[in-house]
Nanobody, 123 residues
């Protein structure tokens, strides 16, 4: 079974930075790899996705602040988050699946998920 494991979450003050990582136990060169987040009472929203060729897309709130990257040899993707605000507080999830051509930031396009890690940004 394809497994995804996130790490790197925690607490940071406003304006700070965090880097999340997601490691798989199998090859995923042909997959889109994505980050989603969900705050209490809100829908799960797409943060960033990187396709099999390294092309990245971001949710509007992440553009210019977050960077997604991947290393296929290490079977790992990262999410570098800068200039964090309390509004970024959420559970962050790593996801993977064959790439959709039309809507890669929809949660229902992904069937493989990590367990999620908490990110908390204080004032």
């Amino acid at each position: 079974q394809f497994q995804l494991v996130e790490s790197g979450g925690g607490s940071v003050e406003s304006g700070g930075s965090l880097t999340l990582s997601c490691q798989s136990d199998d090859s995923y060169e042909v997959l889109c790899m994505a980050w989603f987040r969900q705050a209490p009472g809100e829908q799960r929203e797409g943060v960033a996705v990187i396709d099999n060729e390294g092309l990245a897309f971001y949710g509007s709130f992440a553009q210019g602040r977050f960077t997604v990257s991947r290393d296929n040899k290490k079977k790992t993707i990262w999410l570098q988050m800068n200039d964090l605000t309390p509004e970024d507080t959420a559970m962050y999830f790593c996801a993977a699946d064959l790439c959709s051509y039309y809507d890669r930031l929809r949660a229902d396009q992904y069937n493989y998920w990590g367990q999620g890690i908490q990110v908390t940004v204080s004032r």
